[in-house]
């Protein structure tokens, strides 16, 4: 158990849907990303938080969005969901400040979302 | 954007060595080059960690060379339960505003160990 917490576990919707996916860290840890699974992507980093603000932005769809709330927990939200979108969505944490760049922290990843597009 | 490149799939036998590659060719210059193990339906796990030369930990190894475009990954004397996808992460870019930094995962190699 890494201490990363998602919730929903599973979600299917139909397109044109908008949802939100959670994600609480690590106790402690300040810094929070998002990723997306698919089959043909591989691992693709989202977007990245770091104590409230947005810190890294990677290969997010502009229907795509995320905030990280005082209490340090993120969502996620899709909106205008398309079929393309069905994939497993990975939130994780880490400690820091990123010194020298987002991947020099250890990064613990939550167990997934699964988003299925009918 | 730079492209990190691992190979597909690789097969060993149990209590073999087992190095897989990642070549990194545009990795940002202050970061680390992270490695990530992933089992079916969970979250990727962190293996090792490392910036230059060599790093050993209870479970692995990492090499990087002075030209940091690559790095290696080293299994000693794999078991069944060591059967994952591994994959090599690292920072692209400069970590100076959102949009120009990325954190770049490679496809991911899959381990099959065999008894």
């Known amino acids: 158990d890494s201490g990363v917490t998602q919730t929903p576990k599973h979600l299917i919707t139909a397109t044109g849907q908008r949802v939100t996916l959670r994600c609480s860290p690590r106790s402690g840890d300040l810094s929070v990303y998002w990723y997306q699974q698919s089959l043909d992507q591989g691992l693709q980093f989202l977007i990245q938080?770091?104590?409230?603000?947005?810190?890294a932005k990677g290969n997010i769809l502009e229907r795509f969005s995320a905030q990280q709330f005082p209490d340090l927990h993120s969502e996620l939200n899709l909106s205008s969901l398309e079929l393309g979108d069905s994939a497993l969505y990975f939130c994780?944490?880490?400690?820091?400040?990123?010194?020298?760049?987002?991947?020099?922290?250890?990064?613990?990843f939550g167990p997934g979302t699964r988003l299925t597009v009918l | 954007l730079a492209k990190t490149t691992q190979p597909i799939s690789m097969d060993s036998y149990e209590g073999q060595e087992v190095n897989i590659t990642c070549s990194h060719n545009?990795?940002?210059?202050?970061?680390?080059i992270t490695w990530y193990q992933q089992f079916p339906s969970q979250g990727p796990r962190f293996i090792i960690q490392?910036?230059?030369t060599k790093v050993t930990n209870e479970v692995a190894s990492l090499f990087i060379p002075a030209d940091r475009k690559s790095s290696t990954l080293s299994l000693p004397r794999v078991s069944l339960s060591d059967t994952a996808v591994y994959y090599c992460l690292v920072g692209v870019g400069e970590y100076s505003g959102a949009g120009s930094y990325q954190l770049t995962f490679g496809k991911g190699t899959k381990l099959s160990v065999i008894p």
């Open positions: 938080y770091y104590n409230g603000e947005e810190r």
């Open positions: 994780a944490s880490s400690a820091g400040g990123l010194a020298g760049g987002g991947s020099t922290d250890t990064q613990y």
């Open positions: 545009n990795i940002a210059t202050n970061d680390y």
């Open positions: 490392g910036y230059k």
